[in-house]
Nanobody, 121 residues
Framework: QVQLVESGGGVVQAGGSLRLSCSVS????????VAWYRQAPGKPREPIGG????????YKDVAKGRFTISRENDDTTVVNLQMDNLKPDDTGTYYC??????????????WGQGTQVTVSS
């Protein structure tokens, strides 16, 4: 069973940085794309951006200029979200989502459990 685990969340002051990681495991043959989302209290989950298995990253407006998505040593199963110049509005639970195919060649789309980010003013 495919599992995603996010890590790296925490509490940081405004203007600070955090680096989140998303690790994909469990019978994975391919990881086609890993995407990051976030959900602030009382708000719907919103996309941040994602990265393809070829290493092409794209971003939504909330992330442009401050967030960077990358793979760990070109490993498609570990994707990082570097967040700089954090603002209190960035507070929320951050999730990663991966899609691809399992070793039995079945498609999957799986979410992680989320990691909390709190930015204090």
């Amino acid at each position: 069973q495919v599992q995603l685990v996010e890590s790296g969340g925490g509490v940081v002051q405004a203007g600070g940085s955090l680096r989140l990681s998303c690790s994909v495991s469990g019978g994975v043959l391919t990881v086609i794309r890993v995407a990051w989302y976030r959900q602030a209290p009382g708000k719907p989950r919103e996309p941040i951006g994602g990265i393809s298995n070829e290493g092409a990253a794209n971003y939504k407006d909330v992330a442009k200029g401050r967030f960077t998505i990358s793979r760990e040593n070109d490993d498609t199963t570990v994707v990082n979200l570097q967040m700089d110049n954090l603002k209190p509005d960035d507070t929320g639970t951050y999730y990663c989502k991966a899609d691809g195919r399992t070793i039995s060649r079945q498609p999957y789309m799986t979410w992680g459990q989320g990691t909390q980010v709190t930015v204090s003013s």
